[in-house]
């Protein structure tokens, strides 16, 4: 280790990879969906959200990402982030005033509503992200995320800000950055224009409320195990209610609690 800071300052990743010819204002990139992500690895962006086809996006500036480096807001020569716990315990805290410029930093020219621009601390606490978190997010204009890292993030900060807690699962990483490219990767999917085949994300796992169908390719027979088929019949409404069927008994099997919420929703509609 040195002592000259690793500051990166903000790490803009979409300004660097939009070729030349796409960089003038045109109103699909004006208006283009933003990740603003304060973190002590701005390195670790774009990460994997820089291959295929969320990558292909960023370059085109269908969305964009700035990694806000947290440490060039800490204090004193060695741009200290944390301290111990107050009250004793293992590990560091983030402290409230260097997240606090970090976040005030995120928040220039973001609208004040939240609805508008979520403003998230991914944490084990949160709510459990999923695919419904994954739409709302992906109909913003953009989001900022806080990936806190050691023991977490000092509470004051978080009320101040009036953050919202987004869990990832209910396991324990050590820090926010997997959790928030996970969180990217199925919200920028949604956006129009980032899968080649819009239908794809409407018929995949979750989008009725259950879980997909089992896929196949070719070739017609593998190693002696041959595709249903019913998938060669190129009868349109019986692979649809194969499919269907198929959706039903995989959800009841493997998530009773996916399968009450789908009995429910359809008892509602009657
Ligand atoms: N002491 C904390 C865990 C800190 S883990 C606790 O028990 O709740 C360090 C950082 O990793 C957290 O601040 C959070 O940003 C991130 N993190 C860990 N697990 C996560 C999860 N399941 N979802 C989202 N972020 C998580």
């Not at 796409?22 to 962006?45: V, Y």
């Not at 085109?60 to 301290?83: C, M, P, S, T, Y």
């Amino acid at each position: 280790m040195t002592d000259t800071p690793k500051s990166h300052g903000r790490l803009s990743i979409a300004a660097s990879l939009i070729p030349r010819d796409l960089m003038g204002p045109t109103p699909q990139l004006q208006g283009a969906w933003q990740a603003r992500i304060i973190t002590l690895f701005p390195d670790a962006f774009p990460g994997v959200l820089g291959e295929s086809l969320t990558g292909k996006a960023l370059q085109e500036g269908l969305w964009g990402l700035e990694a806000i480096d947290l440490r060039q807001f800490g204090e004193g020569k060695h741009r200290n982030v944390d301290d111990t716990p107050t009250g004793g315990g293992a590990g560091m805290v983030l402290r409230p005033d260097v997240v606090a410029k970090a976040l005030t930093e995120a928040s220039r020219g973001t609208p004040q509503d939240r609805s508008r621009w979520p403003l998230i601390y991914l944490s084990p606490r949160g709510k459990p992200f999923d695919q419904a978190t994954a739409r709302r997010w992906s109909t913003t204009q953009g989001i900022t995320l806080l990936c806190g890292r050691f023991e977490g993030v000092d509470q004051r900060v978080l009320d101040a800000f009036d953050i919202e807690e987004v869990s990832l699962g209910d396991f324990v990483l050590t820090g926010g950055e997997i959790a928030a490219q996970a969180m990217l990767d199925a919200t920028v999917r949604l956006l129009p224009g980032v899968l080649g085949n819009q239908a794809s994300t409407e018929e995949e796992s979750f989008s009725e409320g259950l879980l997909e169908h089992p896929q196949y390719t070719r070739p017609a027979e593998w190693q002696g195990r041959p595709v249903p088929d019913v998938l060669l019949s190129g009868h349109h409404g019986k692979i649809a209610a194969w499919r269907q069927a198929q959706s039903e008994a995989l959800t009841q099997a493997r998530r009773p609690d996916l399968w009450a919420a789908h009995q429910a929703r359809l008892a509602d509609k009657r």
